[in-house]
C-alpha cells in the first residue's frame, strides 16, 4: 500500500537550534516528492519539488534531499518566523493522477 | 487579490442540507482539485479536473460531487451533508506540462456540521 509517513509530529526549537523533519514514503513508481509549508488559517504553500534520489534544493535556512525511501527537510538556525506545519505529499503511479500527502509536522520555534 | 479564492471561508450547517462551496483562479491553471483535511490526516483527494470537459474522482469521492463550469471555477457540492465532513476544505490548482508540477492551494473552507 503506498504511504507517507511524517515525523515527528510536532518538534520544537529554540531559535537558531538546527534540527531535521522527516518523511518517508512507500510508493511505486516516484514522479516526484513535495514539500509545503502550511500556516494557520491558510492553504499549503509550495516550497520545492524533488524527482530523483540524491537531488537537494536549498531556500534560505531550508534545505531538501532525497533517497530512494525517504526525504529530509533541514532547517538551519530556525527563527520564530519558521513557525508552521510542514507537508510532503508524493506524486506516484505508472498511469492517472495519484498524490498522498503526509499528515505533517508542527514546527514551533521560540525566540 | 489572492490567485486561488473559496467561498465561503466558514460555514455551519445542519445534517440533510445541501451545501456547495466555490472555488475560483486566477493562475490560468487548466488542472483544479478538491481536498479536506482532518487533524491527524493528511490532505485527501476528493476530486480532480484536467480540463474543463473532465472529472475525475479521487480517494474519498463518495458523498460529494463537483462541477467545472469553466476554467477558472470549480465547486464542490454536498448534497445531503452528515457529520462526518465536518473538515477543512481546500482547492488547488496546477500548471499542465508534466504530471508532476506542484500545487497553489487556496486558504480553505472550514465547514461544520451538526
Known amino acids: 500500500e503506498d504511504q507517507v509517513t511524517q515525523s515527528p509530529e510536532a518538534l520544537r526549537l529554540q531559535e537558531g537550534e538546527s534540527s531535521s523533519l522527516n518523511c518517508s514514503y512507500t510508493?511505486?513508481?516516484?514522479?516526484?516528492l513535495f514539500w509545503y509549508r502550511q500556516d494557520p488559517g491558510k492553504g499549503p504553500e509550495f516550497l520545492f519539488t524533488?524527482?530523483?534520489a540524491g537531488e537537494e534544493k536549498e531556500k534560505e535556512r531550508l534545505k531538501a534531499t532525497l533517497t530512494k525511501k525517504e526525504s529530509f527537510l533541514h532547517i538551519t538556525a530556525p527563527k520564530p518566523e519558521d513557525s508552521a506545519t510542514y507537508l510532503c505529499?508524493?506524486?506516484?503511479?505508472?498511469?492517472?493522477?495519484?498524490?498522498?500527502f503526509g499528515a505533517g509536522t508542527r514546527l514551533f520555534v521560540k525566540a | 487579490d489572492a490567485d486561488v479564492t473559496q467561498t465561503p471561508r466558514n460555514r455551519i450547517t445542519k445534517t440533510g442540507k445541501r451545501i456547495m462551496l466555490e472555488c475560483s483562479q486566477t493562475?490560468?491553471?487548466?488542472?483544479m482539485y478538491w481536498y479536506r483535511q482532518d487533524p491527524g490526516l493528511g490532505l485527501r483527494l476528493i476530486y480532480y479536473?484536467?480540463?474543463?470537459?473532465?472529472?475525475n474522482k479521487g480517494e474519498i469521492s463518495d458523498g460529494y460531487s463537483v462541477s467545472r463550469q469553466a476554467q477558472a471555477k470549480f465547486s464542490l457540492s454536498l448534497e445531503s451533508a452528515i457529520p462526518n465532513q465536518t473538515a477543512l476544505y481546500f482547492c488547488?490548482?496546477?500548471?499542465?506540462?508534466?504530471?508532476?508540477?506542484?500545487?497553489?492551494f487556496g486558504d480553505g473552507t472550514r465547514l461544520s456540521i451538526l
Open positions: 488547488a490548482t496546477s500548471d499542465t506540462g508534466t504530471v508532476n508540477q506542484p500545487q497553489h
Open positions: 510508493v511505486s513508481g516516484l514522479r516526484g
Open positions: 524533488l524527482y530523483s
Open positions: 505529499a508524493v506524486q506516484a503511479g505508472t498511469g492517472g493522477f495519484k498524490t498522498i
Open positions: 493562475k490560468g491553471h487548466d488542472r
Open positions: 479536473s484536467f480540463d474543463v470537459k473532465d472529472i
